[in-house]
């Protein structure tokens, strides 16, 4: 049988095959389909954080105490960066944690527009030069947006055609 298994569930198949059966995590779009999966399969359990510190925190202090590798998924990006005094610690202490941050990407465009209102002195068009700026997210259908901001960069004609 050919299964349909989507890159997440196979990297909580694998935790679980390499003997993780707890987690500690704070979710975002990043990580949150991977920690669903994780918790569906048996005998896993995903405890839940207040703050990315916490969760890598929590996994340094489950390795010291079980013997186990301690897991913690944070959200990336800056949630990423909050967790390293709890990292460098667990390093030191050479305890087997792993953290798993999920998948993102940026991208940039840039873009030339023209907008016309007819009737209006000083000017019936103004042409906007500018960039996108994308914070992009992994889903099942595909990457989507999940932030754009625009970065005007220059502007010709009469600006009183963009106010509505």
């Not at 949150?32 to 839940?48: D, I, N, S, Y």
């Not at 005094?85 to 941050?101: D, E, I």
């Not at 914070?135 to 947006?145: H, Q, S």
Request: net charge neutral; proline share 3%; charged share 20%.
């Amino acid at each position: 049988m050919n299964e349909d298994i989507k890159a997440y569930e196979l990297l909580a198949r694998a935790f679980v095959a390499e003997g993780v059966h707890t987690a500690f995590a704070l979710l975002g779009d990043a990580n949150v389909q991977c920690m669903a999966a994780f918790e569906k399969l048996p005998g896993t359990r995903v405890v839940h954080a207040r703050h990315e510190h916490g969760a890598c925190a929590m996994a340094d202090g489950y390795a010291r105490a079980t013997g186990g590798v301690g897991l913690a998924s944070v959200t990336c990006g800056p949630g990423f960066t909050q967790i390293m005094t709890a990292l460098t610690t667990s390093a030191k202490g050479r305890q087997p944690v792993v953290v798993f941050t999920g998948d993102t990407a940026t991208s940039s465009c840039h873009l030339q527009s023209q907008h016309t209102r007819y009737g209006l002195e000083g000017g019936e068009n103004c042409i906007v030069g500018g960039s996108y700026h994308d914070d992009l997210v992994r889903t099942p259908n595909g990457w989507r947006i999940k932030h754009r901001r625009l970065e005007q960069r220059w502007m010709d004609g009469n600006p009183i055609v963009l106010k509505f």
